[in-house]
T-cell receptor, first 114, second 115 residues
């Protein structure tokens, strides 16, 4: 089955700097790659996603890149702010019997230092 | 639109006791998932329903866990008997349609502590 590896497990950056989180996946049939942000004690929330027919997607300060050949994708946050502090999860998905099944990475705890 | 509803929010039980969690997905969402999130880890899929049928329960510990989704709407997840290692947040999620490429919406989860 699919296996998703996420690095680093913790990341600390100065406010205003950029943060990059990387994930690799094992199943070349995976075709959908969302990123979730989870604040302490709250539910994971979708922040950005990318499909396998696209190499890059941006949404304001957040961008995701996908390299299908290497089977890795990354989350980029620019001009970081204190409210970006949270745990971020990547996931990979493919269709399974007519429905999708997300497999999550282990998470990255991002801390933005003021 | 209303989100994914889960109850209870918190539950503390002793080992060997039983417990049940309830989930009401977003209206019209055909696919419902139960995930287990152990502290410091990513969510792990326990079971996936498409309408009221099971699509994937390969990682569900069937000797103690069971789940059902009667009428293709609400779902319950049960643990009987509970073990200490079942302490985790149990997240329910739903997605709107068949196929891949659609993000989940998660509920707030039930935090289970087994003592």
């Amino acid at each position: 089955g699919e296996n998703v590896e996420q690095h680093p497990s913790t990341l600390s950056v100065q406010e205003g700097d950029s943060a990059v989180i990387k994930c690799t996946y094992s199943d070349s049939a995976s075709n959908y790659f969302p990123w979730y942000k989870q604040e302490l004690g709250k539910r994971p929330q979708l922040i950005i996603d990318i499909r396998s027919n696209v190499g890059e997607k941006k949404d304001q300060r957040i961008a995701v890149t996908l390299n299908k050949t290497a089977k890795h994708f990354s989350l980029h946050i620019t001009e970081t702010q204190p409210e970006d502090s949270a745990v971020y999860f990547c996931a990979a998905s493919k269709e399974n019997q007519g429905a999708q099944k997300l497999v999550f990475g282990q998470g990255t705890r991002l801390t933005i230092n003021p | 639109e209303a989100g994914v509803a889960q109850s209870p929010r918190y539950k503390i039980i002793e080992k060997r006791q039983s417990v049940a969690f309830w989930c009401n997905p977003i209206s019209g969402h055909a696919t419902l998932y139960w995930y287990q999130q152990i502290l410091g880890q990513g969510p792990k899929l326990l079971i996936q329903f498409q309408n009221n049928g099971v699509v994937d329960d390969s990682q569900l510990p069937k000797d103690r866990f069971s789940a059902e989704r009667l009428k293709g709407v609400d779902s319950t997840l049960k643990i009987q008997p509970a073990k200490l290692e079942d302490s985790a947040v149990y997240l329910c999620a739903s997605s709107p349609r068949r196929g891949s490429g659609y993000g989940y919406t998660f509920g707030s989860g039930t935090r289970l502590t087994v003592v």
